[in-house]
């Protein structure tokens, strides 16, 4: 009894000792890197190692290429870092240099020869080495070219261009790097994105409609929809910024009086902030004529408000009319409600006088 009672407390002190959280081996460091595209993500997990040597003393470049990283190895690729498999997180199906790509983790493995270098997406993720490594489980194969580039001590992976729907990831490692495309269907995948929202307890807030509307205006696409949904904002809360919102989608479709309508509306439900700060987004956007209508309404509405001076201030300063941005810009100073926007109207009033 007493040898099977000893024999039972042995066991967990032993599997204990087994799950340590320990360092890497050699020293190659853990490294994730993630990168947005659109309210899509792209994850880059991989061991880091370094150009010197495991003695901390003895650099290896040079050495590195077709030496520590072997040419055309078809049977043992490269795994793009140390340890752990490299692997690449995609949250929505992607293409990789115009191959399409469903949503998932891959391992990441690479074939380097001196011009041209093929890069592996494999279903099994969660190698040690590439010791293991199976072609039959090869999701894609595709081929790159590779380039010369500054010196990177630390081999990184890192995402050179990010644009709206699609980002370039490169591998930097001594005097070389490669590169690859990552493109995603960012606006459709958007739209995806809010239907599903749109369903959830985010349908009772006018503001969420009236986002998902204010990206179609923005990226002049999927109109009809748009129009919906900022119907269904302006039936929960009939408010200024949606009828904008609506205004501008009923222009883009050239629903010219629809869109007069609209845009009336909001300009009746507006206070003089909402209406100045439309304004002055509309100019900054580089639409001077059109950002007169607003400050013209908020004069017509609110004659009396500060607002009413800066806006004009500033649309004047935009069309180069020096006399009238000093006028408006110095009735700004006069009536600044506070010490800071004093400073704020002065300094535009400079740039006014500058002119």
Not at 35 to 52: A, F, L, P
Not at 195 to 209: D, P, V
Not at 246 to 251: A, E, G, P, R, V
């Amino acid at each position: 009894m007493l040898k099977r009672f000893f024999f039972i407390l042995l066991i967990p002190v032993a599997c204990n000792a087994q799950f340590l959280n320990s360092p890497p081996d050699g020293d190659n460091q853990y490294c994730s890197t993630t990168q947005g595209i659109g309210v899509s993500k792209v994850t880059i997990t991989y061991h880091s190692t370094d150009v010197t040597a495991p003695d901390g003393k003895t650099s290896r470049r040079g050495k590195i290429w077709d030496q520590l990283v072997p040419y055309n190895n078809e049977t043992n690729p490269w795994r793009g870092g140390s340890n752990e498999n490299t692997t690449l997180y995609l949250t929505h199906d992607a293409k990789l240099d115009g191959n399409p790509v469903k949503a998932g983790t891959y391992g990441v493995f690479m074939i380097p020869s001196e011009n041209e270098w093929t890069i592996i997406l494999s279903s099994f993720s969660e190698a040690w080495g590439a010791f293991t490594y199976n072609a039959k489980e090869d999701v894609l194969r595709f081929k790159v070219k590779p380039e010369k580039a500054e010196y990177h001590e630390w081999l990184t992976w890192d995402f050179d261009i990010r644009q709206t729907n699609y980002t370039i990831l490169s591998l930097k490692w001594e005097d070389l790097k490669v590169s690859f495309r990552i493109e995603m269907d960012a606006h459709n995948i958007a739209l995806e994105s809010f239907r599903t929202e749109l369903r959830s307890g985010q349908q009772f807030n006018w503001e969420a409609w009236n986002q998902a509307a204010e990206y179609c205006v923005k990226y002049n696409f999927n109109l009809d929809e748009a129009l919906i949904w900022i119907n269904n904002s302006i039936r929960i809360n009939p408010t200024f910024a949606n009828h904008i919102t609506k205004s501008n989608i009923l222009k883009k479709q050239n629903k010219t009086q629809e869109s007069t309508d609209a845009f009336n509306t909001a300009i009746k439900l507006g206070n003089y902030v909402e209406v100045y700060n439309q304004g002055r987004n509309t100019l900054n956007a580089g639409n001077i004529e059109e950002s007169g209508k607003y400050f013209a309404e908020n004069e017509k509405k609110f004659p009396d408000a500060w607002h009413v001076s800066i806006g004009w201030g500033r649309y004047y300063l935009a069309k180069k009319d020096k006399a009238n941005a000093i006028k408006y810009f110095e009735k700004a100073v006069k009536n600044a409600p506070s010490e800071p926007q004093k400073k704020n109207m002065e300094k535009l009033l400079e740039q006014a006088k500058a002119l």
